[in-house]
């Protein structure tokens, strides 16, 4: 029996439906970077901007420099994951880990560094550094093995002033 509506075209490397492509290269990367980027973009301005009040041309324009500068730290891992494709599981996923991570701390920085440039801001080090150890006591109470309060003892004190809401 055949079917009244063509079949779909196959990607010739692939042999897989050709789905939500990019006509230019023929692959997701750049539409889903753009998108990702201009979401975060949105989500920062409608969760910092708009409750704050924070209408001046240079916090927009830091929303607009973190995802463009987000696009450009991206792009080493692109590379990065395709040099790494064909190594065993375990060895990419070490290096595909260790590599987001290094990046993203590297954006993290850069972007503290470009907000206190751009707005004039000073002295926001201290919470950056708050954030780290807020992120390192989740990682670290993992399944409740260890009180968090044991597993960074210098943290105990900052954490013990924290308000709860």
Do not use: K
């Not at 301005?45 to 730290?73: C, D, K, R």
């Amino acid at each position: 029996m055949t079917s009244s509506t063509p079949a779909m075209p196959l990607d010739t490397a692939t042999e897989s439906p050709v789905h939500w492509r990019n006509p230019l290269t023929g692959n997701l990367f750049w539409p889903l970077q753009v998108m990702g980027w201009l979401g975060l973009s949105i989500i920062t301005y409608l969760s910092l901007s708009l409750p704050y009040n924070q209408f001046e041309l240079s916090y927009l324009a830091h929303n607009a420099t973190q995802s463009l500068l987000g696009i450009v730290l991206t792009l080493p891992l692109r590379y990065c994951y395709q040099r790494i494709w064909h190594w065993p599981v375990w060895r990419r996923v070490v290096v595909a880990v260790a590599a987001a991570l290094l990046l993203s701390a590297l954006w993290a920085v850069m972007r503290l560094v470009i907000f206190m440039a751009l707005t004039g801001e000073t002295g926001l080090w201290p919470d950056f550094g708050r954030l780290a150890v807020s992120l390192h006591l989740r990682f670290c109470d993992v399944g409740r093995a260890v009180p968090r309060y044991q597993v960074l003892p210098a943290a105990s004190a900052a954490a013990a002033n924290v308000t709860r809401v």
